[in-house]
Every structure is written in C-alpha cells, then in structure tokens.
T-cell receptor, first 117, second 112 residues
Framework: NAGVMQNPRHLVRRRGQEARLRCSPM?????VYWYRQLPEEGLKFMVY????????ESGMPKERFSAEFPKEGPSILRIQQVVRGDSAAYFC???????????????FGQGTRLTVV | QKEVEQDPGPLSVPEGAIVSLNCTYS??????FMWYRQYSRKGPELLMY????GNKEDGRFTAQVDKSSKYISLFIRDSQPSDSATYLC????????????FGQGTILTVHP
C-alpha cells in the first residue's frame, strides 16, 4: 500500500513563474491537507480539502495560492507568480475519515521542496 | 503570544541518555496532543498521540500531558543514534479537527 505520494520532490522556478505541486493520497483516503514548512519554522497549515470541496482554507495566503482536489486525480497546490519568499517545503497529508471529533491519523508525504530563483 | 511554544534546541545527548522534549500551548480548545518525528528531508511521521492528561507509554517513548498547565512532554529512554531527528509537537481540536497546529520543532542529535 503506497503512502502519500508527492511530486515533484524538488521544483525550481524563476520569479514570476507558476508552480504546481501534486499530491496523491493514500489509497482509500479522501481527505487531503497541505502544509508549508519555511526554513527555521514549523509546519504551518494551509488548506484542508475533500473530493471537490475546500473545507478549511484559513491558512492559505489570500493571493496567488489556490488548491483543488478533483473527483479524479491528485490534489494540486498552485502558486502563481512565485516570489523568493515562497521557497519552502510543501507537505501534503491524507486521512481516511473526516476529523469529526475522533482523532484520525493524517499520513504525510515526503514533501516538495520549492526553490524560487 | 504564540499558540504553541517549543524550544528549537538544538539538543545533543550521548547514547543511552534520557531525553525530555517539551511544548506549551495557549489554545484551550486543543483536544488531541501529538508528537511527530521528522528525519532530514523527509515527511513527519506520527510517534504518539493522546487526548487526556496523564502519561502514555510506547516502548522507549512516553508522552505526558498536563492540560491544567497547558504543557506536554515527550520522554525518550535509552536514546539511540537513530533517534536523531527533529521532534514536532502538534495539536488538534476545537472547531477544525482537520487542522494540525505544530510547534517549531526541536532538533535532537544522539551521539554514540
């Protein structure tokens, strides 16, 4: 049973370009979460998605960032017009059940390391 | 005041030592308390979680929660070089169980 798969593992973009990060959840998981880890900082929540729905995007920057989790295919985190401050590790996690009061473990992928030059 | 405070270290101990890692938090809505381990260039992996005050043991690891003081700890007994990693405390609960709030992480090195 493959774990959470993220690709690419490393991504280099020039300032102003678009970055697209992909996340395939574990088999059977329909809940996906994106986190960002800046140098010298812990993981920061960005967005929580179910299939075709954004549940909580309280951690998403208001501009340039968007996320989707279509009915078919991986979840995508899209960053438009990247700036140097977007350089970070982006982690995706998935869980089996909705977190409705009982803890359900979220499994993390290996991350995508975005470098903006 | 930050929602979660965790000393980033780094912490360096000899093999066999007892390690104590700590976090404080301010959000009373947190109901789940977790410790993750993250090796360099890897994703975090869950070590332990608990939802009540008190101690929980799993092998060489003990998680301790004191809700009244809003303080959690992770103890590692008989530490091994393979325990060298960044340890992150994490919290969930309140109105958004899907959202984990992490501490900054403590870098631990166990030297032979």
């Amino acid at each position: 049973n493959a774990g959470v798969m993220q690709n690419p593992r490393h991504l280099v973009r020039r300032r102003g370009q678009e970055a697209r990060l992909r996340c395939s959840p574990m088999k059977g998981h329909s809940h996906v979460y994106w986190y960002r880890q800046l140098p010298e900082e812990g993981l920061k929540f960005m967005v929580y998605l179910q299939k075709e729905n954004i549940i909580d995007e309280s951690g998403m920057p208001k501009e340039r960032f968007s996320a989707e989790f279509p009915k078919e295919g991986p979840s995508i985190l899209r960053i438009q017009q990247v700036v140097r401050g977007d350089s970070a590790a982006y982690f995706c996690a998935s869980s089996l059940q909705p977190p409705t009061g009982l803890y359900t473990e979220a499994f993390f992928g290996q991350g995508t390391r975005l470098t903006v030059v | 005041q930050k929602e979660v405070e965790q000393d980033p270290g780094p912490l360096s101990v000899p093999e066999g030592a007892i390690v104590s890692l700590n976090c404080t938090y301010s959000n009373s809505a947190f109901q789940y308390f977790m410790w993750y381990r993250q090796y360099s260039r890897k994703g975090p992996e869950l070590l332990m979680y608990t939802y009540s005050s008190g101690n929980k043991e799993d092998g060489r690891f003990t998680a301790q929660v004191d809700k009244s003081s809003k303080y959690i700890s992770l103890f590692i007994r008989d530490s091994q070089p393979s325990d060298s990693a960044t340890y992150l405390c994490a919290f969930a609960g309140g109105t958004s169980y899907g959202k984990l709030t992490f501490g900054q992480g403590t870098i631990l090195t166990v030297h032979p």
